[in-house]
């Protein structure tokens, strides 16, 4: 479970960036498979696709601690330890989040999920490319910030454009919908698919803070 | 974006108290904003303040982020580190509360605030000005802690205060109320009310930390 | 309020193990209470339940306080301290957990409680006995983690189960049942068991830390 005595002090921090690279692919395939699912209205499709996410929320977990152990366990890191455990973290943030959507889906089992909807895992899906581009410049920001910055600052606009959709077709939801037990289901996946928006924003946070502590 | 590497060493720490203040002027002005808003039941006096919530919910942002900034960039701090962030990111947190009750009153338009919100919203307000006033006595309370431990006993009191209105006011809620749409609605304004009185009491809760620490 | 300066240095780390034990005593109990509660339908004995837990998460308040004032003024721990505190603080939260699903029955006062939220409050008994006796191991689990480690995985399972049967039965009762706010309430307060069986799964991952760093 631990690694050796001398095993600690092999420079051995070039592994964090390869780890936390494969973690934020999770997210992009969570991501995909959350925007191709909504293409679907059947229940089949819906758990079909819940499994293949829910698969992918677990590899995430086991990934995540991976992270964190390797964080106890070696001398040497490219960034404070709390640095790495909030990326990774908030990234497995992400994941749960989509996770989470894809299971109200499933369990709920709207009759229809709106474009809103649609067009909210589409932004979850961009967000999740950002993140991931992102993780290539940790190596190299310190000496060029910009393009990392420029990742924060796309990941903050599409959250913000999130927001106005989620509160538009929120705001229609309870002035049109009589079917209170529709509503209850559509208002919690919305709701779901926004917060998941939110936790791809907090990578962005997380990594404004690595430029302004290291560039 | 980074400190020159001097002016890390310059006697800065002064500096925390006045932004620690101001973010609790932020506190204090959204939950004004917040007591003023309930009494309107039109749809665009809510929208108006919310934007004006959500105006401050993004000042408060911001200031929170220099805070960090600075804590990343300061050698010498009056506290620990994690002390004033997370000082800072609690006041944040009542900032949300407000700005998301702002935002369920907006996007759910519900037909009346009852009175048991409008007292909620009050309390809130009651809360926020301990902070502030709480603020005025970090440079001091080393010497003369008693001051800063009654404002954290006002705290927990009325967060107590407000569990017993939300309560009291949801059991009747779904005792009498039969339109399920309407009830949906206020359950979660109400719901997020009694959050933000939560946060308020966090708030506290660092303070007094701060006390067993330090006085 | 603040040790003495010498006693600060005196060996006080023992007392950290019957501490954390206490209040892991304090989740059994809360627990149990629950499980019980669970077999009474009426207004009253519900009322009742409620005000014995609500009672318990004082204590478990007071108790996860006082560890955190027994780390800030105690200079050897017998972990690193962000580990106890950790530990504490998920205890804390299982307690929280099983106080708000108490509320929550209190305040919607749902007609019956399903076979299912009775499962789902016995797993969670099931989980907090696993913790209170993962506690007596933490004085040995260095030499011997075997047992430690299996009490985490139990925890583990327990949690996989009990997502099986929120997930099968929420999937139900969007299908079934047509009184809307019956539903809301039901669906509410499987969610609060549900999250109380993940909250206590969280002091299984600190433990799992725990021999990561130690064993």
Redesign the interface.
């Known amino acids: 479970?631990?690694n050796s005595f001398f095993s600690r002090f092999a420079p051995k921090e070039s592994k964090f960036f390869p780890l936390l690279k494969q973690l934020s692919e999770v997210v992009c395939t969570a991501s995909d498979l959350l925007v191709e699912s909504l293409q679907y209205d059947t229940t089949e499709k819906r758990t079909d696709y819940y499994k293949q996410i829910k698969a992918l929320e677990r590899k995430g977990d086991k990934l995540t601690?991976l992270i964190?152990?390797e964080l106890?366990?070696t001398f040497i890191t490219p960034f404070d330890r709390e640095d790495i455990h909030a990326l990774a973290s908030k990234m497995d943030d992400v994941i749960d989040g989509i996770n989470s959507c894809a299971?109200r889906i499933?369990?709920?089992?709207p009759h229809l999920i709106s474009d809103s909807g649609k067009e909210l895992s589409r932004l979850i899906q961009q967000e999740a490319m950002c993140i991931s581009k992102a993780m290539d410049e940790l190596e190299t920001f310190r000496r060029k910030?910009g393009i990392l910055h420029g990742y924060c600052n796309k990941l903050h606009d599409i959250e913000n454009q999130a927001d106005d959709v989620y509160?538009f077709f929120?705001?229609k939801l309870?002035?049109e919908?009589?079917d209170?037990?529709e509503?209850?289901?559509v208002?919690e996946i919305m709701h779901g698919l926004e917060e998941t928006t939110d936790a791809a924003e907090h990578v962005g946070k997380v990594l404004k803070?690595l430029?302004?502590?290291y560039?």
């Open positions: 479970m631990k601690c964190f152990d106890e366990t299971k499933t369990i709920y089992n910030p509160e929120i705001k309870f002035e919908e009589t209170c037990i509503l209850v289901k208002k803070n430029i302004i502590k560039a």
